[in-house]
Nanobody
Framework: QVQVVESGGGLVQAGGSLRLSCAAS????????MRWYRQVPGNQRELVAS???????NYADYVKGRFTISRDNAGTAVYLQMNSLNPEDTAVYYC?????????????WGQGTQVSVSS
């Protein structure tokens, strides 16, 4: 059983910052890529940023230069530093952990954390 828990969401004014955290625990095996997604009601979940086990990162165009993804040395925690937030960043943010086990890939999701940016 693998658990993924996000934290760090909240309400912030435009121009402010938040730092999201995500921790994977339980019987997790080799973690490959960890990702942050976000979703607004009525819209599809969209990829915000990702980081591989080697530390290679990738960002959606609309967060480049504002958001930074990082992970801990153990590879079971991932963070998203969000700066210069604007109201369009308001969404539920989800953490995704990709694991390689027994010859197959498994994806685990957290419950999401709400980020609200006021104008």
């Amino acid at each position: 059983q693998v658990q993924v828990v996000e934290s760090g969401g909240g309400l912030v004014q435009a121009g402010g910052s938040l730092r999201l955290s995500c921790a994977a625990s339980g019987s997790i095996s080799k973690v490959n890529t960890m990702r942050w997604y976000r979703q607004v009601p009525g819209n599809q979940r969209e990829l915000v940023a990702s980081i591989t086990y080697t530390g290679s990162t990738n960002y959606a165009d609309y967060v480049k230069g504002r958001f930074t993804i990082s992970r801990d040395n153990a590879g079971t925690a991932v963070y998203l530093q969000m700066n210069s937030l604007n109201p369009e960043d308001t969404a539920v943010y989800y953490c995704n952990v990709q694991e390689y086990r027994g010859g197959s890939w498994n994806n685990y999701w957290g419950q999401g954390t709400q980020v609200s940016v006021s104008s």
